[in-house]
C-alpha cells in the first residue's frame, strides 16, 4: 500500500490460529471422517484465500464453494483439484469448468448430462434426501444413473442438523439407501452441525462452515470453537448529553439523564445492520457500550458512560459473540459473518 492510501477507521481482527484450531478440533469430532471446509462466500465473509490457505497448511484436504468465480479465484492460491463447485454447472459455465481443474458439484440430472456431454473428468454428486434444494431427486436418481462419471465425493446436505428433529434420522437412511452401491471415492453428509450428530453422519468427509468460523452449529461444540472474528471501530466523537437529548435518525434514543455518548465508524454499509438498534453493544476495557438509537450507514452511536476516558480516535470492540449478537439483532450467525462489509478491514492476528 502507498502511503497515500486511506487510514480505515475499521477493521475485522481475525484469529487465524483460532480458525485452525476449529478446523482441527472439527476434523477430530469427525471421527474417521477427514473435515473439509466450506469457504463459500468469501470464506464466511473473512476471505476465502487467507482461510483456506491457512487450513490448508493445517491439513484440510478439500473446500467447497458456491460458484466458478469464486473457484477461480481461490484456485490462484490453492490446487483447484482442492475445490467443489457446490452451486453446479451451467451452460455459461463450461470453459472455466472444463479446464479449471475443480470439480463441481452435479445437483441435477440435466447438469450429470451436460457434464458427460462435455467430456469433464471428475465431478462430485449432490443428491437430495429430503431438504429440497439442490441435488438429484430421489425419483430421478439410481446407482447405475451416475455409473460412467469419475465421480469423487456423493453427498448429500441435512436441513435441520442444528436441531433435535426425526428429519436428521429420515435424511440419514435416505442417504443409507440412496448411496448403496454407488462407486465413489468418499460419501459425505455432514455440514459443522451434522459433525456433532456423531458417528453415523460423518461418512468419509465432513463440510464445515459456520463452526469453523466460530459459529455454535450446535450447543455439543461448544466445548471446541472459539471466536475468530472481532470487528472493531475507531471513536470519531464524544459528546456529554443532558436529560432530554434526542439521538440520531428518528430520535429513537432520548436520555434520561446526563450521559456520555461516542459515536463510532461502523454503521449498516458495514453489515452492522439497523437491527442492531438500541440493541447492540461495544466494549471497551471490558465495559458493555449498548448501542443508543438507530444504526446508520457509517456510524453508530454508543453509551461510553462507563468508560468516561474513551476519547476520538480510540477503538472499541464491538459485540460480534455471534451467539449473543445473534440474540440481539435477529440475523443468524451466518448472516452475521457473511455481511461483514468490504469496506472493513480484514487484518489476521
Ligand atoms: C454451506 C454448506 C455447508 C456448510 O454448512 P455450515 O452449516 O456452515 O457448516 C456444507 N455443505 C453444503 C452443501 C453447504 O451448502
Given at each position: 500500500?502507498?502511503?497515500l492510501?486511506?487510514?480505515?477507521?475499521?477493521?475485522?481482527?481475525?484469529?487465524?490460529?483460532?480458525?485452525?484450531?476449529?478446523w482441527?478440533?472439527?476434523?477430530?469430532?469427525?471421527?474417521?471422517?477427514?473435515a473439509?471446509?466450506?469457504?463459500?462466500?468469501?470464506?464466511?465473509?473473512l476471505?476465502?484465500?487467507e482461510?483456506?490457505?491457512?487450513?490448508?497448511?493445517?491439513?484440510?484436504?478439500?473446500f467447497?464453494?458456491a460458484?466458478?468465480?469464486?473457484?477461480?479465484?481461490?484456485?490462484?492460491?490453492?490446487?483447484?483439484?482442492?475445490?467443489?463447485v457446490?452451486?453446479?454447472?451451467?451452460?455459461?459455465?463450461?470453459?472455466?469448468?472444463?479446464?479449471?481443474?475443480?470439480?463441481?458439484?452435479?445437483?441435477s440430472?440435466?447438469?450429470?448430462?451436460?457434464?458427460?456431454?462435455?467430456?469433464?473428468?471428475?465431478?462430485?454428486?449432490?443428491?437430495?434426501?429430503?431438504?429440497n434444494?439442490?441435488?438429484?431427486?430421489?425419483?430421478?436418481?439410481?446407482?447405475?444413473?451416475?455409473?460412467?462419471?469419475?465421480?469423487?465425493?456423493?453427498m448429500?446436505?441435512?436441513a435441520?442438523?442444528?436441531?433435535?428433529?426425526t428429519?436428521n434420522?429420515?435424511?440419514?437412511?435416505?442417504?443409507?439407501?440412496?448411496?448403496?452401491?454407488?462407486?465413489?471415492?468418499?460419501?459425505?453428509?455432514?455440514?459443522?452441525?451434522?459433525?456433532a450428530?456423531?458417528?453415523?453422519?460423518?461418512?468419509?468427509?465432513?463440510?464445515?462452515?459456520?463452526?469453523?468460523?466460530?459459529?455454535?452449529?450446535?450447543?455439543?461444540?461448544?466445548?471446541h470453537?472459539?471466536?475468530?472474528?472481532q470487528?472493531?471501530?475507531?471513536?470519531?466523537?464524544?459528546?456529554?448529553?443532558?436529560?432530554?437529548?434526542?439521538?440520531?435518525?428518528?430520535?429513537?434514543?432520548?436520555?434520561?439523564?446526563?450521559?456520555?455518548?461516542?459515536?463510532?465508524?461502523?454503521?449498516?454499509?458495514d453489515?452492522?445492520?439497523?437491527?442492531?438498534?438500541?440493541?447492540?453493544?461495544?466494549?471497551?476495557?471490558?465495559?458493555?457500550?449498548?448501542v443508543?438509537?438507530r444504526?446508520?450507514?457509517?456510524l453508530?452511536?454508543?453509551?461510553?458512560?462507563?468508560?468516561?476516558?474513551?476519547?476520538?480516535?480510540?477503538?472499541?470492540?464491538?459485540?460480534?459473540?455471534?451467539?449473543?449478537?445473534?440474540?440481539?439483532?435477529?440475523?443468524?450467525?451466518?448472516?452475521?459473518?457473511?455481511?461483514?462489509?468490504?469496506?472493513?478491514?480484514?487484518?489476521?492476528?
Amino acid at each position: 500500500m502507498s502511503d497515500l492510501s486511506g487510514h480505515l477507521p475499521l477493521r475485522v481482527k481475525l484469529n487465524g490460529a483460532a480458525l485452525v484450531n476449529n478446523w482441527r478440533a472439527l476434523d477430530r469430532l469427525s471421527g474417521a471422517a477427514k473435515a473439509g471446509a466450506a469457504v463459500k462466500a468469501n470464506g464466511y465473509g473473512l476471505g476465502a484465500v487467507e482461510v483456506a490457505t491457512r487450513l490448508i497448511d493445517a491439513g484440510c484436504p478439500h473446500f467447497f464453494v458456491a460458484h466458478w468465480r469464486e473457484a477461480e479465484e481461490l484456485s490462484a492460491h490453492i490446487p483447484a483439484t482442492a475445490i467443489s463447485v457446490l452451486n453446479g454447472v451451467l451452460p455459461e459455465d463450461r470453459a472455466l469448468a472444463t479446464s479449471l481443474g475443480a470439480r463441481p458439484v452435479l445437483n441435477s440430472t440435466r447438469q450429470v448430462k451436460l457434464w458427460q456431454s462435455w467430456d469433464g473428468g471428475g465431478c462430485d454428486v449432490m443428491i437430495d434426501t429430503g431438504m429440497n434444494r439442490l441435488g438429484i431427486a430421489a425419483a430421478d436418481w439410481s446407482a447405475d444413473f451416475v455409473a460412467g462419471l469419475d465421480l469423487h465425493i456423493l453427498m448429500s446436505h441435512l436441513a435441520s442438523a442444528d436441531t433435535d428433529v426425526t428429519q436428521n434420522v429420515a435424511q440419514h437412511e435416505a442417504f443409507m439407501e440412496m448411496s448403496a452401491g454407488v462407486v465413489c471415492r468418499a460419501r459425505s453428509l455432514a455440514n459443522s452441525a451434522g459433525i456433532a450428530l456423531g458417528a453415523d453422519y460423518h461418512f468419509d468427509m465432513t463440510r464445515p462452515g459456520l463452526a469453523l468460523y466460530g459459529g455454535l452449529a450446535r450447543p455439543e461444540l461448544g466445548d471446541h470453537i472459539t471466536q475468530v472474528a472481532q470487528p472493531q471501530a475507531q471513536v470519531l466523537q464524544v459528546r456529554a448529553l443532558k436529560p432530554g437529548d434526542k439521538l440520531g435518525y428518528n430520535a429513537l434514543f432520548e436520555a434520561d439523564r446526563p450521559m456520555t455518548a461516542a459515536v463510532v465508524a461502523i454503521g449498516y454499509a458495514d453489515g452492522y445492520l439497523r437491527s442492531f438498534t438500541n440493541a447492540g453493544q461495544c466494549f471497551a476495557n471490558g465495559k458493555s457500550l449498548p448501542v443508543l438509537g438507530r444504526v446508520s450507514m457509517d456510524l453508530t452511536i454508543i453509551d461510553v458512560s462507563a468508560a468516561p476516558d474513551l476519547q476520538e480516535g480510540d477503538w472499541v470492540d464491538v459485540d460480534y459473540d455471534l451467539a449473543r449478537a445473534s440474540a440481539q439483532s435477529g440475523l443468524s450467525p451466518y448472516e452475521l459473518l457473511t455481511g461483514m462489509g468490504q469496506r472493513m478491514q480484514r487484518l489476521w492476528v
